[in-house]
C-alpha cells in the first residue's frame, strides 16, 4: 500500500523505512475530507499561531496537530478535544 501511494505521489520517503512524510497540499485535503463535523486544527509553524481560531470555534475543536512547533499556546480550551498529535522532528 506504502509502494502505491509513494508510486502515485501521494507521500514521500521519510527519514527512515518505517516512515513517511506527506506533501502539504494532500495534509490538507485529507484534513477537510476527515473534518467534515469533526473539526480540526492543524498547526505546522510558530507563525501558524497568528490564525489560531476563537474560542467558539474551539471549543467545538476535537483533534489538533502540532507539527514542527518549538513554541505551543499558553492554554488550550478544548473541552471536546480528543486527540492531541505533536511532531517534535524539528525541536
Known amino acids: ?9 501521494l507521500i514521500l520517503d521519510g527519514n ?7 506533501h502539504d497540499l ?3 485535503v485529507a484534513k477537510s475530507i476527515t ?8 498547526l505546522r509553524h510558530e507563525r501558524d499561531l497568528n490564525d489560531w481560531p476563537d474560542d467558539e470555534t474551539m ?4 483533534k489538533i496537530v502540532f507539527a514542527g512547533m518549538s ?6 480550551k478544548c473541552p471536546k478535544l480528543t486527540f492531541l498529535g505533536m511532531d517534535t522532528k524539528n525541536l
Not at 16 to 22: L, N, V
Not at 35 to 42: A, E, I, Y
Open 35 to 42: 473534518s467534515k463535523g469533526n473539526p480540526v486544527f492543524v
Open 59 to 62: 471549543k467545538e475543536c476535537n
Open 1 to 9: 500500500m506504502v509502494r502505491h501511494l509513494k508510486a502515485s505521489c
Open 26 to 28: 494532500i495534509s490538507d
Open 71 to 76: 513554541e505551543l499556546p499558553d492554554k488550550l
Open 16 to 22: 527512515t523505512s518505517m516512515q513517511f512524510d506527506i
